[in-house]
């Protein structure tokens, strides 16, 4: 079983066009984050959450994590190619920061 | 470029083979992380360093052995690796281990064994 469930595995979209990202987990999320990976590069960290229900926004990007803290979000507000790769989300899953897992990744690709 | 180097890039090795995967930062971070990726699976943590110290080893098959000779350098040393052992592996960096300021990511050693 995995821990984090990301959503979807893959999505295309038009270029100017909202999309939603999801991470879902069935332990309580201690710190969980986002990040970008582009085609052949390594992994951008984007964002952290800690707090149940906090929220971040950085340029048209904003994450969200739930008030159980189980579940968080990744909103792309009129989407770019250049917001095209893969998104991870990762997330400590115990207090101690012992234990980190990642989502299996959404791939976006965007059409202008 | 991300910060933190890994080679080489690509390695095709065979099942006798020794190889060594390299990992070089000089952000000024104080952990250093293997990870593996396998296709469809998340990234798993493999061994943890923190301040050169081991503090993590996933039940990581002893095929595997890192080395952290100092906190800007990490080394995973490869011998008898199996054809499921082919992956991406990933190092990674941050400033404290558990500290939540986000990790920093090398480009990943794509490894194939035949």
């Known amino acids: 079983s995995q821990e984090l469930e990301q959503s979807p595995q893959s999505l295309i979209v038009q270029e100017g066009k909202n999309l939603t990202i999801n991470c879902t987990s069935s332990?309580?999320?201690?710190?969980l984050y986002w990040y970008k990976q582009k085609y052949g590069e390594g992994l951008i960290f984007l964002m952290m959450?800690?707090?149940?229900?906090e929220e971040k926004s950085h340029e048209k990007i904003t994450a969200k994590l739930d008030e159980k803290k189980q579940q968080s979000s990744l909103h792309i507000t009129a989407s770019q190619p250049s917001h095209a790769g893969i998104y991870l989300c990762?997330?400590?899953?115990?207090?101690?920061?012992?234990?980190?897992?990642f989502g299996t990744g959404t791939s976006l690709t965007v059409i202008p | 470029e991300t910060g933190v180097t890994q080679t080489p890039r690509h390695l095709v090795m065979g099942m006798t083979n020794k190889k060594s995967l390299k990992c070089e930062q000089h952000l000024g971070h104080n952990a250093m992380y293997w990870y593996k990726q396998s296709a469809k699976k998340p990234l798993e943590l493999m061994f943890v360093y923190n301040f050169k110290e081991q503090t993590e080893n996933n039940s990581v098959p002893s095929r595997f052995s890192p080395e952290c000779p100092n906190s800007s350098h990490l080394f995973l040393h490869l011998h008898t690796l199996q054809p499921e052992d082919s992956a991406l592996y990933l190092c990674a960096s941050s400033v404290t281990q558990g500290e939540n300021y986000g990790y920093t990511f090398g480009s990943g050693t794509r490894l194939t064994v035949v």
């Open positions: 332990k309580t999320l201690y710190g």
């Open positions: 990762g997330a400590d899953v115990t207090d101690t920061g012992n234990q980190f897992y």
């Open positions: 959450l800690q707090k149940g229900g």
